[in-house]
């Protein structure tokens, strides 16, 4: 990887692994790296808005979503979300009750009414 990470929180989405936030001894990071095993290569894309560590990640209709964390002060209840497409993110307007840190994510039978950034 480009950046020494502990605490990323990691996702797939389209092929692509992605390590999300972290720390790096120093610092909680916003930046956010993608390995493509086709080329073996890692890509730094876009920041988040947010630097966290232990971050829940989970893919969902092609885009991407972090949720949770900590930033060394407290723990998130803050979510993002990543379109590839325009390698932007996004903050989700409506947070999670409970701030959350090492938080899992999955998506199992996704409802019809859900929202994507």
């Known amino acids: 990887m480009c950046v020494h990470r502990r605490g990323a ?3 797939v989405l389209d092929g692509v692994l992605y ?10 990071l916003s930046s956010v ?4 095993p086709n080329t073996g290569v890692w890509t730094s894309i876009g920041e988040m808005s947010l630097p966290r560590r232990h971050a829940g990640v989970v893919a969902l209709d092609g885009l991407l979503y972090v949720v949770g964390g900590d930033d060394e002060t407290s ?4 979510v993002e979300c990543y379109n590839p497409k325009t390698n932007t993110w ?3 307007t409506a947070s999670m009750n409970d701030k959350r840190n090492s938080v899992g994510v999955v998506v199992i039978n996704r409802p019809q009414h859900f929202k994507t950034c």
């Open 19 to 28: 390590a999300v936030g972290g720390h790096d001894g120093f610092n909680y």
């Open 90 to 92: 996004t903050m989700v």
């Open 33 to 36: 790296e993608t390995y493509t």
């Open 75 to 78: 723990n998130l209840d803050a």
């Open 9 to 11: 929180g990691v996702g």
